[in-house]
């Protein structure tokens, strides 16, 4: 069966400090990948999206980045943080060719930036 | 743009009673919609999805209905327990295949 692995779980970071955040999916080949961000008490905003190695589409301009250097691994990055990125950090995927299908989630990362 | 509503914010419902968690859609031209449950600190989780070409659906103890007419879309959860208290998303694809949720009802269940 398929899982997704997102750490750390919590994460407090210095403003202007870097951030390396990992996702790794095991059990199916080629997914679409996706970095979610959820303030506190909103919904959900898509940040970027990837449908294969080095394929990296970003939705919202900001000082995030994305990479997706092997097929299930996804990593969303910072170089400096801003009090801004403090929110929650979720990845998710779903099957390879699927259009319209459901997106599965891992269990997020709670990022405070102080 | 498409966009996505959900009626109320919070939800409080008796134990043991049914829930019905509502939710609005702007585009006509969606064809796929999804039920999604987040526990505090945790990741949404899916519990039930639903495609145009039908009205209802159901689960285990959740029903989703589908107004394609007024655009509408409900989640019912017969006898509601403790456990069910989360947050409920509603979410739907975007016209670019993009998955876009609803802002979320909480759903407080009273012992």
């Known amino acids: 069966s398929q899982t997704i692995h997102q750490w750390p779980a919590t994460l407090v970071q210095p403003v202007g400090s870097p951030l390396s955040l990992e996702c790794t999916v095991e059990?199916?080949?080629?997914?679409?990948l996706y970095w979610y961000r959820q303030a506190a008490g909103r919904g959900l905003q898509l940040l970027f999206y990837?449908?294969?190695?080095?394929?990296i589409s970003s939705e919202v301009p900001q000082n995030l980045s994305a990479s997706r250097p092997q097929d299930r691994q996804f990593i969303l990055s910072s170089k400096k943080l801003l009090l801004s990125d403090s929110g929650f950090y979720l990845c998710?995927?779903?099957?390879?060719?699927?259009?319209?299908?459901?997106?599965?989630f891992g269990s997020g990362t709670q990022l405070s930036v102080l | 743009g498409e966009s996505v509503g959900l009626h109320l914010p919070t939800l409080s419902v008796q134990e043991g009673d049914n829930s019905i968690i509502n939710c609005a859609y702007s585009n006509s031209a969606s064809d796929y919609f999804i039920w999604y449950k987040q526990e505090s600190g945790k990741g949404p989780q899916f519990i039930i999805d639903?495609?145009?070409?039908?009205d209802k659906r159901q689960g285990q103890r959740v029903t989703v209905l589908l107004n394609k007419t007024v655009k509408h879309l409900s989640l019912q959860i017969a006898a509601t327990q403790p456990g069910d208290s989360a947050v409920y998303f509603c979410a739907l694809f975007s016209n670019t295949g993009k998955l876009i949720f609803g802002q979320g009802t909480t759903l407080q269940v009273k012992p």
């Open positions: 639903i495609r145009s070409n039908m």
């Open positions: 998710a995927w779903k099957g390879p060719g699927t259009v319209n299908e459901k997106l599965f």
């Open positions: 990837s449908v294969g190695i080095g394929q």
């Open positions: 059990g199916t080949s080629n997914p679409n």
